[in-house]
């Protein structure tokens, strides 16, 4: 209370702030919780009233309230000082911990861990790590007139590292970039489905739509399955298929198909015959997108069932493969697969957005 007594004198002999910043950083740098310090520290003010007030003399309204507010500027500075200091030192160590992650994370990419860079960036490596390529679409502010599309990609990028710490503390190994990137887990910090959660947890945070590609690996084969995933990613782009989770096995034929060789030349060549032809193109596609529903195919385009009949069977004379057989059908979905790697485009963007005109079936 001496600070308290010497208010408004000059010079005050008690800078509790000094004192005070070394000794909050000396726990922060200890763990110990802010708002246990916090905590502490009003309860000490509220016993030391208790025992100064009545010491002061006959207790008068205006020496309560002296004494009282007297208390709360005391608080209020000591409450600032030990704010700062927490929020320095946690910079410093989330400026640590950033470094070392990107420094582990690096060499596992490369395939270069080892026990010594585990030591000196503090962080144990795991057996075994869920491998995944992330793509971050653009949140809708970042187009908008008016604002930094800079500034607005980075606050998205901090919300997401944000998602990360919260669902798995430190145990994520992150490089990521406003568009996306590689995220290593260890294999024993989530389930499958806990993960596909955790993707949709990180979208809330984005405010944007976010894809995941991921497979499961031991340590030393993490830049093979890297490599792998992101291409995986790419053809997801390519094929249209949607955000959220999905596992390389689950899509393995897909990677195959895209795959530079001579079979994916064959699938291009055979269905090469309909990019002169772009509204059977675009049948095909939507076709397979409704799970082969010539119904729901129709009222998508516009057009009479009929209409797609007949375009299918004009499919099958241009190709080769027949739509009526699941053989042909097979084909056609493949060559599209395999096609789709040479064509980085969308169904939705390949195509022009309208509907087409209503028509009498052919």
């Not at 007030?53 to 007297?70: L, M, Q, Y």
């Not at 995933?229 to 096995?249: P, R, V, Y």
């Amino acid at each position: 209370m001496r600070w308290a007594s010497e208010r408004g004198s000059a010079p005050a002999t008690a800078d509790p702030a000094t004192f005070l910043q070394v000794a909050a950083a000396r726990w922060a740098r200890a763990d110990l919780p802010v708002e246990k310090v916090l905590h502490a520290m009003h309860v000490a003010f509220a016993e030391a009233l208790e025992v100064v007030v009545p010491r002061s003399g006959e207790p008068s309204g205006a020496r309560v309230i002296a004494w009282t507010t007297a208390a709360v500027e005391l608080s209020d500075l000591c409450t600032g000082a030990i704010s700062r200091a927490y929020v320095r030192e946690l910079k410093a160590a989330s400026g640590d911990h950033h470094t070392a992650v990107h420094t582990l994370t690096s060499a596992l990419l490369a395939g270069h861990a080892s026990s010594k860079v585990a030591r000196e960036c503090g962080i144990p490596i795991a057996d075994e790590y869920y491998v995944l390529a992330v793509r971050v679409a653009p949140h809708p502010d970042e187009n908008r007139p008016g604002l930094d599309r800079h500034v607005v990609a980075g606050r998205k990028l901090r919300r997401i590292q944000s998602a990360l710490t919260r669902q798995f503390q430190d145990r994520a190994l992150a490089m990521l970039s406003v568009d996306g990137g590689t995220v290593l887990l260890p294999s024993g910090v989530c389930t499958e489905p806990e993960l596909a959660r955790a993707v949709e947890v990180v979208a809330d945070y984005a405010a944007a739509p976010v894809t995941a590609v991921v497979t499961r690996c031991a340590t030393e084969a993490i830049p093979a399955a890297a490599r792998r995933t992101h291409e995986l990613l790419d053809t997801t782009e390519s094929l249209g298929i949607g955000s959220g989770l999905h596992k390389f096995d689950d899509l393995a034929l897909q990677y195959q198909l895209t795959r530079p060789g001579i079979g994916r030349r064959i699938l291009e060549n055979r269905i090469a015959p309909l990019d002169d032809h772009p509204e059977l193109l675009r049948t095909l596609h939507v076709f397979f997108q409704t799970d082969m529903n010539r119904r729901r195919t129709a009222r998508q385009l516009n057009i009479h069932p009929n209409t797609i009949d007949y375009r299918l069977r004009r499919i099958g004379q241009l190709t080769g493969f027949d739509p009526s057989r699941s053989q042909g059908l097979w084909y056609l979905r493949s060559a599209l697969i395999a096609r789709a790697a040479g064509t980085p485009l969308t169904a939705a963007s390949e195509f022009p957005a309208q509907a087409e005109q209503p028509r009498r079936s052919a």
